[in-house]
């Protein structure tokens, strides 16, 4: 079993930078595939960015192209994405997601952390 706790959300002006974590109790936390999804209000939860198991490679969103950056820390069980030039549609509540990357291919959600980008 593994649990995904978030954190670092809150209100960021537009134009500013944040950095949220994710933190996975449990072992073999290398062997996840792990991303952030987030949602906004009234829409449908999507895809920020993911970082696999092997090799740590990343894709992003195109939303969040250029302005984001997912990095993990194995040795920590830790997954982090740092956030610049922040813009009001950033907006929403961001979950940590984690897939295990062989065998059963189970997944996990973390209970998400709240982002608002407003003046």
């Not at 593994?2 to 936390?29: H, K, W």
């Not at 792990?34 to 999507?46: D, H, N, V």
């Not at 069980?77 to 189970?106: I, S, W």
Request: charge should be neutral; charged fraction near 15%; hydrophobic fraction near 30%.
């Amino acid at each position: 079993q593994v649990q995904l706790v978030e954190s670092g959300g809150g209100l960021v002006q537009p134009g500013g930078s944040l950095r949220l974590s994710c933190v996975a109790t449990g072992s073999d936390f290398d062997l996840y595939n792990m991303a952030w999804y987030r949602q906004a209000p009234g829409k449908q939860r999507e895809l920020v960015a993911s970082i696999q198991s092997v090799g740590s490679i990343t894709d992003y969103s195109s939303s969040v192209a250029g302005r984001a950056s997912i990095s993990r820390d194995n040795a920590k069980n830790m997954m982090h994405l740092q956030m610049h030039n922040l813009k009001p549609e950033d907006t929403g509540v961001y979950y940590c997601y984690g897939q295990f990357a062989y065998g059963n291919r189970r997944d996990y959600w973390g209970q998400g952390t709240q982002v608002t980008v407003s003046s």
